[in-house]
C-alpha cells in the first residue's frame, strides 16, 4: 500500500511538472494570437493517472503557470477550470465504460467535454468576474484554437505512449 501511494505522489508532481511546462509554452497560430499545450498534458495526465491525484496535478500545474506567467488574475479560475475538466474526463470515461463503447472513442469524448468547459468557463469568468462583459467573447477563438489543439496532443501523445509499452497508471 505505502508503494502504491508513493507512485501515485510521484506520478502527480510528474504530471504537475508537465502540465506546468507545457502551459508555459507559448505556441504561435497566425490567425489568433498564441496558445499554449498545457491542455493536452492536462488531458492525457487524466486518462493516464486518474482520481484526485489527476484532479489536483492537472489543475495546480496550470495554476502554478498562470502565476510564473504573470497572470495572477487568471490562476484562481484556472485552478478551478482544469479541476473541473479533468473531473469531466474522469466522469467521461467511466459513463463510456458502462457503455463499452471503445476506449478511444472515450478520450475523445471526454477531450471534447473537457474543452467545452474550458471554453465556458473562461467566458464567464472574464465577463462576470473580470467584468469584460461582452468583450469576452473576443477570447473565445483563442481558448476554441487551445482547445482543439490540446485535444489533437493529447490523442496522439496517448496513442504513441501506448504504442511504446507505457500504459496507463490509474489509482
Given at each position: ?51 484526485p491525484w489527476a484532479v489536483a496535478s ?48 472515450s478520450r475523445v469524448l471526454s477531450a ?60
Amino acid at each position: 500500500m505505502h508503494q502504491k501511494r508513493l507512485q501515485c505522489v510521484v506520478f502527480s508532481a510528474m504530471f504537475c511538472a508537465l502540465v506546468f511546462a507545457a502551459t508555459m509554452i507559448a505556441v504561435p497560430t497566425g490567425l489568433v494570437g498564441n496558445v499554449n499545450l498545457g491542455d493536452g498534458v492536462l488531458l492525457l495526465c487524466a486518462w493516464m493517472l486518474g482520481g484526485p491525484w489527476a484532479v489536483a496535478s492537472a489543475a495546480l500545474g496550470a495554476a502554478l503557470a498562470d502565476l510564473a506567467a504573470g497572470y495572477a488574475i487568471y490562476a484562481p479560475a484556472t485552478l478551478v477550470i482544469k479541476a473541473l475538466m479533468v473531473v469531466a474526463v474522469l466522469f467521461v470515461c467511466r459513463a463510456m465504460e458502462g457503455l463499452r463503447l471503445s476506449a478511444r472513442l472515450s478520450r475523445v469524448l471526454s477531450a471534447i467535454c473537457a474543452e467545452l468547459i474550458m471554453l465556458v468557463g473562461y467566458f464567464l469568468y472574464e465577463a462576470f468576474v473580470l467584468q469584460y462583459g461582452l468583450a469576452a467573447t473576443a477570447n473565445i477563438p483563442f481558448n476554441a484554437v487551445q482547445g482543439a489543439l490540446g485535444i489533437v496532443l493529447s490523442l496522439v501523445l496517448y496513442e504513441v505512449l501506448e504504442r511504446a509499452g507505457i500504459g496507463v497508471h490509474r489509482e
